[in-house]
Each structure stands twice: as C-alpha cells, then as structure tokens.
C-alpha cells in the first residue's frame, strides 16, 4: 500500500461510502439469492447496479480529487454507463424469461404483441 | 493512511467477496439458463465495484480501465446470452 495521505474528514467520507456501498451490494445479492420466482429475483440485482455503484463512484471521485488536488471525473464515465447498459440487459432477459415460461405453458400473462399488431407477419404464436 | 480507513476498504472488499459468494451459489444452483445468466451479470457488476474497490485501496488509477472494461464486457456478453435464450442464436 502507497502512503498517500489525504485529510482525515475525506477518508472518513470515502471509508463510509465505501462500506455503505459494499453492504447495498451484498442486499442485492442476498436478494438474489433468497427470493423465491425468476421474477422477483430479477429486480433484486439492479439496486447494486444503480444505489451501490453510485455510492462507490462517489467515494472513488471524492478520493481522487482529494489525492491528486484535481476533480476526478473518469469513474462517472463508468456509473453512467451501467445505468444506461443495465436496464437493457434486464428487459432482455426478461424477455427471454417470459418467452421461456410462455414456451413451457406456466401461469404469464400473454403476449400483447399479437393484440396490438394488425400485421398479419407478426401474428407468430408465443411471440415475445 | 489511518488504520480506520485500511479497516474499513478491508471490510468493504470482505462483503464485496461475500455478495459475490452469493452469486456464485445462485449461478451454480438456479434452476433456469436465465437465472445463471442473471447471476453471471450480477457477478459482473459486483467485480467491477470490486476493482473501484481496489484502486482506492492502492491509490492508483490504473484499476480503473479494468472496471470500465469489465461493465463494457458484462454488458455486451449479457445481452448476448439473454438474445441467445430468446431465440437460440446470438447473430441471425
């Protein structure tokens, strides 16, 4: 470990959002692991994508403006990018899921796209 | 450096580890391809804080490329294998 000596108050902020962030990343987890239908299971990660990341990129930018006597900004580029990328990626694998348990005959709601759509192309069985 | 602060990048890093652990024995034990695939994201996500983590930790900036690269590959394989379980093919 480099001895790089920053203010006590800017460690006592990095060290508690640190652990804040830490500790909402393992509810989520937890979450993930407890809960019981694929269906509530997959909201349960996207509170570390959105509160324990940005509690975590906020303590990296406070540490590296306070070290290097500069506003640090690259570790927003990384929180803003998970919270555009996350969410697609959960709609996806919804997606996927419904398609999957409608495939298997479980208890979903139907698909809405054969309702809606008056194109005779899109009215495929068990479309997602 | 106070030892507070090494103490609380340490616990911080052990319930990262844990959070993970988590994951893990969701990703070996689900009972669907998309609840792995989930928990495979869900790693992801919790190896990139862990690498924000970790570059507090040592005071270097160079941790910061690996996490950038870990979301952008997370991200990118997710989406894939979620496009996979929808239609069985990842590029039609």
Request: a positive charge; hydrophobic letters at 55%.
């Amino acid at each position: 470990m480099n001895e790089v000596l920053i203010p006590l108050w800017a460690q006592a902020v990095v060290g508690a959002l640190v652990i804040i962030g830490a500790l909402i990343t393992l509810l989520g987890s937890l979450g993930l692991l407890r809960l019981k239908s694929y269906f509530e299971r997959v909201h349960s990660p996207s509170i570390i994508a959105t509160l324990g990341c940005w509690c975590i990129m906020h303590a990296t930018v406070l540490f590296f403006s306070v070290m290097e006597q500069r506003l640090a900004l690259h570790a927003l580029l990384i929180a803003v990018f998970i919270s555009v990328t996350v969410p697609i990626t959960t709609i996806f694998l919804m997606r996927a899921a419904l398609f999957r348990a409608r495939r298997t005959g479980q208890n979903v709601p139907p698909a809405v796209s054969r309702v809606v759509s008056s194109d005779p192309a899109d009215n495929v069985e068990n479309r997602y | 450096m106070s030892p507070y602060f090494v103490w609380a990048l340490s616990l911080a890093l052990f319930l990262l580890i844990a959070a993970m652990a988590c994951a893990l024995f969701r990703l070996l034990k689900g009972p669907a391809a998309q609840d792995r695939v989930l928990a495979l994201d869900c790693m992801y996500t919790i190896g990139m804080l862990t690498m924000l983590v970790l570059g507090i930790m040592y005071s270097s900036t160079d941790y910061f490329e690996a996490a950038l690269l870990i979301a952008l590959f997370g991200c990118i394989s997710s989406t894939a294998m979620a496009k996979f379980l929808l239609r069985g093919e990842v590029i039609e």
